[in-house]
């Protein structure tokens, strides 16, 4: 009774971790489309309506879920922060690389971002807009590959996590 207990326990810990590595790869293109339409609503904010950076990132943030949502609270509450001397580019720094890690996002997409942190708040608006793009279209690119890499390993993962523990479960008996 207690290897039959020990057993169902296993296999359902291998389905449990099988659909949570699926679900992290289906929530990945997700969040990339997301923040690519952000950083079209940042562009917008910037070039047409001339709203300063921090309001810019606020409104841009009020369209998104609550991981990216937090990424770019969290980049205009460290500009506004009294006494702290931030520029732009330190605060967004700063932002993704503490809230990146809550994303299913790879590293293609934070370098992304850090790049394009670089350029916001030291150049003119143009230049801000290009970079913006060129953020934007490398996302782009990016939610393709994580979409193929969807449908290639979704399935696997949760296959295998079941098999492993089928494998673990054999094993053991």
């Known amino acids: ?12 810990a291998g389905l449990l971790f099988g659909f949570h590595q699926s679900l992290a790869l289906s ?23 001339a709203t300063p950076l921090p ?9 998104l879920s609550p991981p990216l949502a937090a990424l770019f609270q969290a980049a205009a509450d ?22 990146f890690s809550r994303t299913s996002m790879k590293e293609p997409e934070r370098e992304a971002l850090l790049q394009l942190g670089a350029s916001l ?10 970079h913006l793009r060129l953020a934007v279209s490398h996302l782009t690119v990016e939610e ?5 890499e969807e449908k290639r390993y979704g399935k696997m993962w949760k296959s295998l996590g079941v098999l492993g523990a089928a494998l673990v479960v054999v094993i053991m008996l």
Not at 31 to 49: K, N, P
């Open 1 to 12: 009774m207690l290897k039959t207990l020990g057993a169902l326990l296993l296999l359902a």
């Open 27 to 49: 929530r990945r293109p997700k969040q990339i489309r997301q923040l690519a339409l952000a950083l079209q609503r940042l562009e917008t904010e910037i070039g047409y309506v």
């Open 55 to 63: 309001d810019a990132l606020r409104a841009s943030a009020s369209a």
């Open 78 to 99: 460290r500009m506004e922060e009294p006494g702290a001397g931030r520029t732009a580019a330190e605060s967004w720094r700063e932002a993704v690389q503490e809230g």
């Open 121 to 130: 708040g030291i150049s003119d608006t143009q230049d801000q807009l290009k």
């Open 144 to 148: 393709r590959n994580a979409s193929e």
